[in-house]
C-alpha cells in the first residue's frame, strides 16, 4: 500500500496495490496490518455506502461532535467523485484549509480523513457508489454539517451542485458550528 500525504496533516490518500491478469484484477481494500505499516491506526466498527443516481449530488460537509467523532477510510467503488476534508480543529494552523482528491472506481485510490476534518463530496459521473468505514458508530445526537459553500472555507467543487439534501442546503456556516473539535500539537 502507498500513502501520499495532503497538505492537510493526517488527511492522506492510499494506493492499494492492485494485482491483474486475464481474469481481471485483485485488491486488498482494507488490512489493518498494511495501514499500520503506513502510519494509520484506526479501529474500524462500521460500514457505509452510499449511492447518488445523478452526476453533481453533493454530500457534505458533515461530521460527529467528540466524543462521537469519527475517522473514515472512502473509497469509490462505482463512477468518479471529487473527495473532500476541511481541517476544523479550532487552533489547527491548517484550520479551514482543505483538501480535494478524485476517487474512481478506476483509480481505486481511497482517503483517510482523520477525526476533527468535515467530509464531503460531489458526484462528476452518474450512478456513483461510495464504500466508508468509520471508527464510530453513527451518533444521530452528535451529527452536525457545514454549510458546502461557506465563503470562509471556499471550496472549488468544480462545478454547480445540481441534488443536495435539505439539510445540506440550509447547513450553518463554520463560523455557527459548534463541531468542539480541538488542535493538539504533537509532542515528540
Keep these: ?50 449511492f447518488s443516481k445523478e452526476r453533481g449530488t453533493l454530500r457534505g460537509l458533515h461530521y460527529q461532535r467528540p466524543p462521537m467523532a469519527q475517522a473514515k477510510l472512502l473509497r469509490c467503488t462505482r463512477g468518479e467523485i471529487l473527495d473532500v476534508a476541511v481541517d476544523v480543529r479550532e487552533g489547527s494552523p491548517t484550520y479551514a484549509a482543505w483538501v480535494a482528491v478524485k476517487l474512481s472506481a478506476e483509480n481505486k485510490r481511497q482517503l483517510f480523513i482523520p477525526r476533527g476534518f468535515l467530509h464531503g463530496f460531489i458526484t462528476l459521473t452518474d450512478d456513483v457508489e461510495v464504500l466508508y468505514k468509520a ?14 459553500k461557506d465563503p470562509q472555507i471556499g471550496i472549488d467543487w468544480g462545478m454547480e451542485p445540481v441534488v443536495l439534501s435539505d439539510k445540506d442546503r440550509t447547513a450553518p456556516l463554520l463560523a455557527e458550528a459548534k463541531t468542539g473539535f480541538r488542535y493538539e500539537e504533537e509532542k515528540g
Design 1 to 50: 500500500m502507498n500513502r501520499i500525504d495532503t497538505a492537510l496533516p493526517g488527511v492522506c490518500i492510499l494506493e492499494p496495490r492492485v494485482f491483474g491478469d486475464l481474469r481481471g484484477w485483485f485488491m486488498e481494500s482494507w488490512s489493518r496490518k498494511k495501514l499500520e505499516t503506513v502510519g494509520i491506526y484506526a479501529d474500524f466498527v462500521q460500514d457505509n455506502q452510499s
Design 135 to 148: 471508527d464510530n458508530y453513527y451518533a444521530p445526537e452528535a451529527d452536525g454539517n457545514v454549510l458546502w
